[in-house]
């Protein structure tokens, strides 16, 4: 495993799904993780691995100086999702605690941020698959998406009138590495009323981690976005049947209407960064039993 250049990196979001499987990467690459939570009872694996645990919460400001302190770059994964009954609650975390956050980056010098965004945020009647420079229609989106919406758009604003050295990445669908966010989404296709052609575009998290680590380290991306996802976005029908749950979809559904819903153009992020997919299709990731 290397261990190169290490940095001293806050990583927020560190016991949700993507930041409980990359800060052990982080760690094994031997730099000094510090990890900001609400409740330290959930951080303790990662504590026992060697990270740094501070207590603190976006959303209480006088919390966030003791997080930032001597760090080289922070790492934003936090995020309010899952109540989708609390809108007010989603956009003031995922907005207002993220730019109060960045304030205390820049108050502190830290010298690199990394925010975690989602590809909702391009909405889903994209004419060709989404790239980083198309409209993110804002009002039209659920608060999840908006609210992160909103906070690029604000971060950028830091990145142009205080230097702010932010860099924007819009994951895809993470799975794999034990995670059963998968398999948890399909009964919500027919909720949704998906169409079994309808595509996700996926990102396994080993690529979120080699994506996430490319824009900490990688000089000259400031000030920009990027898309995340593998190389093969597969349709709804086929993930429900691979878990044996196609009775969800309607027969005989008719067209498509939106054959580029959700799916996203990557090329900047290859030829800005040199990524590229270490597990490039959910097949791939299966046949190498890193689901």
Same mark, same amino acid.
């Not at 645990?53 to 770059?73: F, H, I, Q, S, Y």
């Not at 609210?147 to 690029?152: D, H, Q, R, V, Y």
């Not at 996802?229 to 559904?253: H, M, N, T």
């Given at each position: 495993?290397? !261990?190169e250049n290490p ?17 052990? !990467? ?7 993780? &510090?990890? /900001?939570?609400?409740?330290?009872? !959930? ?37 309010? +999702? ?29 010298? %690199? +941020? ?27 989106? &659920? ?10 758009n604000d971060l ?7 230097? /702010?050295?932010?860099?924007?990445? %819009?994951?895809? +669908? ?14 919500? #296709? ?22 996430? /680590?490319?824009?900490? !380290? ?7 976005? #990027? ?8 349709? &709804?029908?086929e993930i429900a049947?691979? #878990? ?11 067209? /498509?209407?939106?054959? +580029? ?13 040199? #990524? ?16």
């Amino acid at each position: 495993m290397e !261990r190169e250049n290490p940095m001293r990196i806050l990583v927020t979001g560190a016991t949700g799904k993507v930041g409980c499987r990359f800060v052990p !990467r982080l760690l094994a690459k031997g730099h000094t993780v &510090r990890v /900001l939570v609400r409740d330290e009872m !959930r951080s303790a694996s990662l504590a026992k691995r060697g990270a740094q645990v501070v207590v603190g919460d976006l959303n209480r400001a006088d919390t966030l100086p003791a997080a930032v302190k001597d760090v080289e770059a922070i790492a934003h994964l936090g995020a309010y +999702f899952r109540t989708l009954n609390d809108d007010e609650g989603i956009v003031k975390t995922n907005h207002a605690g993220t730019l109060a956050l960045a304030n205390a980056a820049l108050k502190a010098d830290v010298k %690199r +941020f990394v925010f975690v965004s989602t590809g909702m945020v391009y909405g889903s009647s994209n004419e060709h698959p989404a790239r980083e420079e198309d409209p993110r229609p804002i009002e039209k989106l &659920r608060a999840y998406p908006a609210s992160k919406a909103m906070a690029e758009n604000d971060l950028l604003v830091l990145y142009r009138d205080r230097g /702010l050295d932010v860099r924007i990445l %819009r994951l895809g +669908f993470a799975y794999g590495d034990g995670d059963p966010h998968l398999e948890q989404v399909i009964p919500l #296709f027919k909720t949704w009323n998906s169409h079994p052609a309808s595509r996700l575009h996926l990102v396994h998290h080993l690529d979120v981690a080699q994506a996430l /680590l490319l824009l900490l !380290r990688v000089d000259g991306l400031n000030g920009q976005a #990027f898309n995340v996802a593998d190389d093969a976005p597969i349709s &709804r029908y086929e993930i429900a049947r691979l #878990f044996g749950q196609d009775q969800v979809f309607e027969p005989s559904p008719g067209p /498509l209407s939106t054959p +580029f819903e959700y799916v996203m153009d990557t090329a900047k992020l290859r030829e800005r960064s040199g #990524f590229r997919p270490l597990v490039p299709s959910y097949y791939v990731a299966r046949d190498l039993d890193v689901l």
